[in-house]
């Protein structure tokens, strides 16, 4: 039986937002993280029935000894939309069984699901909350070259494969802009923590 109290909030973000580092804040403040892409990555190298719809889409070469074959899989779904979408229809509905599992062990009142594609696999409306975080576009440009040593180029190209902050921002009851240093934002994650505990009455 779902507990009543507890509240769900999702916080989503595009590549070089720092939705990770807000997320890793409101963890800091005592809120529980579920990170749906670190778990989705879990859950194709370890769940049997997952690997096994992967492999019947994608072929062998989906794994390798070492697990998920990533490279290839990105090379696979990269500008073709029914690859792309076989594979979330393996993916999502085995994170969110997952999450469930997850939400059934805390305690606290408020949690959050982090997810890069929140609004677009429309795990948001199953949250009672979405925090996006923003950035201008030079700026996450920037950082993502910094983070991944990747060239602009490759990072235009994730980039436009995802939607725009616009549209995340239409989904959203707070915003967090992220274009300071990392006291902005944690102040910006402290603010918006109160703001949560006020919408839900705690």
């Not at 009142?109 to 979405?130: P, T």
Request: charged residues 30%; neutral net charge.
């Amino acid at each position: 039986m779902k507990n009543k109290q507890t509240f769900i909030v999702g916080i989503t973000g595009g590549i070089g937002s720092g939705k990770s580092t807000a997320a890793h804040f409101f963890e800091e403040l005592g809120i529980p993280v579920y990170n749906s892409d670190t778990r989705a990555k879990v859950i194709q190298n370890e769940d049997e029935t997952v690997k096994s719809k992967v492999i019947q889409v994608f072929g062998d070469e989906a794994y390798t000894k070492e697990g998920l074959n990533r490279a290839f899989i990105a090379k696979q779904i990269f500008n073709n939309k029914e690859k792309l979408n076989a594979l979330n229809k393996i993916v999502h509905p085995a994170v969110f069984l997952d999450f469930e599992n997850w939400k059934k062990e805390q305690n606290s009142k408020i949690l959050i699901k982090e997810a890069a594609i929140l609004i677009e696999s429309g795990s948001y409306k199953d949250c009672d909350a979405v925090v996006s975080v923003v950035v201008d576009l030079d700026k996450r440009i920037e950082r993502t070259i910094a983070r991944d040593q990747s060239t602009k180029e490759e990072v235009l190209k994730r980039i436009n494969n995802q939607i725009s902050d616009e549209e995340r921002i239409a989904k959203s009851d707070f915003i967090i802009d992220n274009n300071a240093d990392l006291k902005h934002l944690k102040n910006k994650v402290e603010k918006t923590y109160f703001q949560l505990k006020e919408k839900f009455s705690l």
